[in-house]
């Protein structure tokens, strides 16, 4: 072999290497994203039932940082922000704003909600009234 042949295998092998470090890297950042995403959305849906608790307020101010590249997501949840603040006596109201705001954030993680019935979220279970 010549040294032009050597220093070609070397080469190549390190250039292989190093795109593969780099896909790796940009998928797993990807992959990181959308489990957080993903987290925020169970936390907001598995709190649903008490908005005013600790855990349904934290994820609804993590949305603001998971979501920050979804347009759609951040209207909703401005708009659930304000109807919330002004319409605290009217639960419907509130809770189908709260209904968009998931729902523009199931669109984003490309999770299908038509298979969800409105009502059966909105019910949410409450174990504290037994």
Do not use: P
């Not at 050597?6 to 790796?24: F, H, R």
């Not at 979804?70 to 419907?92: H, T, Y």
């Not at 809770?95 to 298979?115: E, F, G, T």
């Amino acid at each position: 072999m010549t040294e032009v042949q050597i220093l070609t295998i070397i080469i190549s092998s390190l250039l292989s290497g190093i795109i593969g470090v780099v896909i790796s890297i940009i998928y797993h950042r990807k992959y990181e994203k959308y489990r957080a995403k993903l987290e925020t959305l169970r936390n907001l849906v598995g709190y649903r039932s008490d908005v005013k608790s600790v855990e349904f307020s934290k994820a609804l101010n993590e949305i603001l940082i998971v979501f920050q590249d979804s347009k759609e997501v951040l209207g909703a949840m401005e708009n659930f922000r304000e109807k919330l603040i002004l319409n605290q006596n009217n639960n419907n109201l509130v809770n189908s704003y709260l209904l968009k705001l998931v729902k523009a954030m199931c669109k984003n993680l490309k999770i299908d909600m038509n298979k969800v019935n409105d009502d059966n979220f909105l019910q949410a279970f409450n174990i504290k009234q037994y």
